[in-house]
DNA sequence: CTGAAAGCGCTTACAG
DNA sequence: CTGAAAGCGCTTACAG
């Protein structure tokens, strides 16, 4: 608004602050990054002065000199989804949980969104805008792997959300899917349920899937139950994708009375392609999802899930990579997680209360 | 993992470049940048040499001579909450929006939590870690005017996003609230309803909820409706606030037989104390909400809202910021608002309803 | 405890 | 179209 006004104005550098505090630019330095070896008398001469001229380092003339940025990346991907406008309410938490959760450390949040197809492994550390990364999101990890492993030989500090696996190429920090899926489908065999269709990818592209199916599986196992593979169907995380997925198996005409859906909203779109075919939940067919978020308390019925906790997961990546940075041993880490019953899932205890009463 | 391959590998720069291309270094500087001085055939051999050594411009030495990072920030205003775990959902779906418009001008996102007590006029811009800044988060902006003053005095390039009214200190942009007030009430009263409480703090504190409640007002007014200020109730935007606010209404022995929430998250709190008290929504009282979050329409009843459009609100805010940055010139810009009807302001059609057919 | 000096890796007038 | 040179504003050995 002002262009002459900014213009003629020169910007305050440390020398401006040495003058003033009489001292010399290094000490001006060193007095503003507390370094002990400066005078209680000089650091207060040199901050006054500083506070007087309202002056502030220059990040990038520190970060030039002193190889580290105050900042942490967050690279996030997500494939471009037919409804591009909103991203997935899980990640979504887990941004807002990263981003205070770097406020909290004194670091601030370098935000990419990432496409997975493109080639983002120079970006971050290696143009030096952050002191390290977190990587973030679903997607297929076997892409990955090659290009964590190019970063890792670089020394570039990385931390990976995902599931917990051995032989990781690099720290990663993820909830107990395992444990998570087969407390899922304990919860709906204790239900009464008997034929519990799996929808979501469960391949190894998608480790988080596959050990929420893994631990489905198990369950299954432990009662000596069957497992059909006409129950399992690919889906990604969208309700667009449960959706589908859940046609796909009525279409197979394969009997079920549950859906243990790999995420929130497959869930949530499976619930309404069950209500299109007049099919009741949970009356007729129970359901259950995974991530517990917002909504998931919102949908009618209220979904059954199991909840990731986004704070501490958002906490435990910082404080990981943060300890990265300071060249801190970090190892994996596996958060542990909670089934969260509502009534989309209350098969049998609904079919008790029909006899009973009348809601 | 391996500090000494790490440390052995010294940084490769320009330099390394400029030996391997058989230029100066200057000219691999240019070429880099896509300056047109140089000639097609230098710009492919320093090419070449930058993807053969797998060199990065060093942002911080680039950023230190040229006044420019690449970098938007965004402030995020937030007053810690009771559940301090969940941003508000809305500024969720700005957040993500105003990253992805950043990515598709080329820009990074450095976001900073902000609470709103903090002294953070002097953070950003002065130290050189953006090139603009984004304003985003209800709260008090009279707080904030003279923060925002003093920002613009230093030519620091700034975009708001809140209510767009004369006399702004910075380029804002935002939704028309007045209208999107109008429509609520109007739409109500088009139910047959006629004593509407409005929920929200309707001071100059909250331009945006004041404007939503001076649509609403300037509705009734045109219908002659008289406006009894006991049916209006202070609440921030949290379901908590709305909750509140509906028993002191309640409280108040006043008769109404709608609720206005000036946004979803009171509305849905509104809902749930009605609930409480076995006061149906829509049938004995109707409710509307504003901002159309994700959540507003999986509640129960669907709730009828105004919807922001939130992508859009992202691209312009991003866009505006540029502009700003580029020097050219930008003003406000209010966006315009969409009605959604959804069940629970159903009142009448639902009274209708009931007397024909059972649902 | 403090100062003088080098240098981080670039960009950009200034010359040619 | 390209090169030699200055300098952006810091941090950090090296001396004292």
């Given at each position: 608004m002002d262009p002459v006004r900014v213009r003629s104005k020169k910007r305050i550098t440390s020398f401006d602050i040495a003058e003033l505090a009489g001292v010399s630019q290094a000490t001006v330095s060193r007095a503003l990054r507390g370094d002990p070896s400066v005078s209680g008398e000089t650091r207060r001469r040199v901050e006054a002065a500083a506070t007087a001229l309202n002056y502030t380092v220059d990040k990038s003339a520190s970060n030039l000199r002193g190889?580290?940025?105050g900042t942490l990346a967050l690279l996030f991907f997500e494939d471009p989804t037919p409804d591009d406008s909103r991203i997935n309410p899980f990640f979504l938490s887990m941004l807002g949980s990263i981003t205070r959760a770097c406020a909290r450390h004194g670091y601030d949040l370098l935000i990419s969104f990432q496409e997975?197809?493109?080639?983002?492994?120079?970006?971050?550390a290696e143009s030096k805008k952050a002191d390290g990364i977190i990587l973030l999101g679903y997607g297929d990890y076997l892409t990955h792997t090659s290009r964590l492993e190019k970063l890792r030989a670089r020394g570039t500090k990385l931390v990976c959300w995902g599931a917990v696996l051995p032989e990781q190429p690099c720290v990663t920090i993820g909830c107990d899917n395992f444990s998570g899926g087969r407390s899922v489908t304990e919860h709906l065999l204790d239900q009464g349920c008997r034929r519990i269709a799996f929808l979501g990818?469960?391949?190894?592209?998608f480790p988080e899937f596959q050990e929420r199916y893994r631990g489905h599986i198990q369950a299954l196992r432990t009662r000596g139950l069957p497992v059909d593979e006409a129950l399992q169907v690919d889906a990604e995380s969208s309700q667009h994708s449960g959706r589908r997925a859940t046609e796909a198996l009525l279409a197979r005409g394969v009997a079920f009375d549950a859906i243990f859906a790999a995420s929130d909203l497959i869930a949530i779109g499976a619930i309404g392609a069950l209500s299109e075919q007049g099919?009741?939940?949970?009356?007729?067919v129970a359901v259950a999802g995974y991530?517990?978020?917002?909504?998931a308390s919102f949908v009618t019925p209220a979904l059954t899930t199991v909840q990731q906790d986004t704070q501490r997961a958002g906490e435990v990546l910082v404080d990981s990579l943060v300890r990265l940075i300071h060249n801190e041993p970090v190892a994996s880490k596996m958060l542990p997680m909670k089934l969260i019953v509502r009534r989309s899932s209350l098969w049998q205890e609904i079919v008790h209360a029909e006899c009973a009463r009348e809601d």
């Open positions: 190889r580290l940025t997975l197809a493109r080639d983002w492994h120079a970006d971050f990818d469960a391949s190894q592209h099919i009741d939940v949970p009356f007729e991530d517990d978020i917002p909504m």
